[in-house]
T-cell receptor, first 117, second 110 residues
């Protein structure tokens, strides 16, 4: 399997649930990213990991908790979400030795469509 | 924080037409990306530019650093080009230096 994969593709959860989104990249990249895309809004960068180290947290609420166990896998743990957190969550990766965001081409996964009820 | 404006927001054209999508930004940048997002959400990176012009197939991207403006052109447009085209710029270090436009929704009718 090649490219960037994300699971699940669709997720419906209640506000008291705990769930996790998974991203896996098969490109040998060292940087991975979580983005949020809400309806009618631009993409928002949430987290950046470079060589498994979190380098950026763009003022994301603590109910979103990222985890990067190795350079190929990235998780986004979700708990006590709000309805306004309903969005498309996109994972991306890049080969980015300098850690300079968007200085290198990014490869995106298909996204997880999250609905919080 | 950089302000990124894309125009038009929506564009409907006939198959074969030459398409231009514009992106303007307010602060000097080190890199600009054009992304394509198809219905269903998948995003593909089309171009990364820091100066000049790039061409890939029927797609051409140009950037004018002095005027803080970039254009994405599609020649001989086809219905499969229908998608949202997003401009993204990097204007500084860190997550705050990363700004995305709201996108241009393009529909090519047969």
């Amino acid at each position: 399997e090649t490219g960037v994969t994300q699971t699940p593709r669709h997720l419906v959860m209640g506000m008291t649930n705990k769930k996790s989104l998974k991203c896996e990249q098969h490109l040998g990249h060292n940087a991975m990213y979580w983005y949020k895309q809400s309806a009618k809004k631009p993409l928002e960068l949430m987290f950046v990991y470079n060589f498994k180290e979190q380098t950026e947290n763009n003022s994301v609420p603590s109910r979103f908790s990222p985890e990067c166990p190795n350079s190929s896998h990235l998780f986004l743990h979700l708990h006590t979400l709000q309805p306004e957190d309903s969005a498309l969550y996109l994972c991306a990766s890049s080969q980015d030795p300098s850690g300079r965001l968007l200085s290198y081409e990014q490869y995106f996964g298909p996204g997880t469509r999250l609905t919080v009820t | 924080k950089n302000e990124v404006e894309q125009s038009p927001q929506n564009l409907t054209a006939q198959e074969g037409e030459f398409i231009t999508i514009n992106c303007s930004y307010s602060v000097g940048i080190s890199a600009l990306h054009w992304l394509q997002q198809h219905p269903g959400g998948g995003i593909v990176s089309l171009f990364m530019l820091s100066s000049g012009k790039k061409k890939h197939g029927r797609l051409i991207a140009t950037i004018n650093i002095q005027e803080k403006h970039s254009s994405l052109h599609i020649t001989a447009s086809h219905p499969r080009d229908s998608a949202v085209y997003i401009c993204a710029v990097r204007s500084g270090g860190g997550a705050d230096g990363l700004t995305f436009g709201k996108g241009t929704h393009l529909i090519i009718q047969p």
